[in-house]
């Protein structure tokens, strides 16, 4: 697949980098730049971003880290098989209990929500660190919520970190989970108030969280360059019924 000539490799992350020494020098560059490339097109391009880790898996499978990065690659484009199967060799190769939580995600993208709260309670969430640990209870009450159970869900993401007034890279993505959860089970005005909590915490723009409030608040936005784009229409249409007026009458 074509890679920019500006795309040297050398983007890719130092401890990557450090993996990929175990190859020849070209070949891992060829590695990194297909690595780079998957960074750069896994949001706003995954089957784009699919492709390139195939081809850096075809050259480097033996390597964790891009055993991982095709496992994310085939996650953002749906293929949660393929995807749980890359994260798993991943884990055999490093022993690291980091990819749990995706690997329960892939559970509940294969319409497995049972053995996705399973793992939820496997001693390998303990060796998780915090920001791993919530991901983990995201997911646990995503798999009740696809079990249909709404209530348990909400009981699932009640926490200390869901409680504590601290912003972390995690904490709008669970209080807009929280609000979700209320607001299936019925509990609007507390869903807005969590709405509201994760919007403040959303430094980045990762949630809808506005949207959601605006929605609750019966707020409906028009988009003004149509309606400008309607009158000038509309004017026109008006131009054109004049013209043909005057003409008609130059003819009488």
Known sequence: MPIPDDVTGDEIDKDVRQ????????????????????????DEDPERAYGYSRVAL????????????????????????????????????????ELWPVMADCERGMGRPEKALAMAGEPEVQRLDKAGQVEMRLVA?????????????????????????????WTARLRYAYA????????????????AKA???????????????????GVEFTDALADDAEDEDEGGDEGVAEASDESADEDK
């Open 141 to 169: 009450a995503g798999a009740r919520r696809d079990m249909g159970q709404a209530d348990a869900a909400v009981v699932t993401l009640q926490s200390p970190e869901l409680a504590s007034n601290a912003v972390h890279p």
């Open 180 to 195: 979700d959860a209320l607001l299936e089970v019925g509990r609007e005005e507390d869903a807005r108030e969590w709405f």
């Open 199 to 217: 919007l403040e915490a959303d430094q980045g723009g990762t949630t809808d969280a506005s949207d959601r409030l605006a929605e609750l608040d």
């Open 19 to 42: 993996e990929l020494l175990s190859l020849p020098k070209t070949l891992a560059e060829d590695v990194a730049r297909n690595l780079v490339m998957v960074a750069k097109l896994l």
């Open 58 to 97: 075809r050259l480097a499978s033996r390597v964790a880290a891009v055993r991982e990065a095709a496992g994310f690659a085939a996650y953002a484009f749906g293929k949660y098989s393929e995807a749980l199967a890359e994260f798993r060799a991943s884990r055999r190769m490093t022993g690291s209990a």
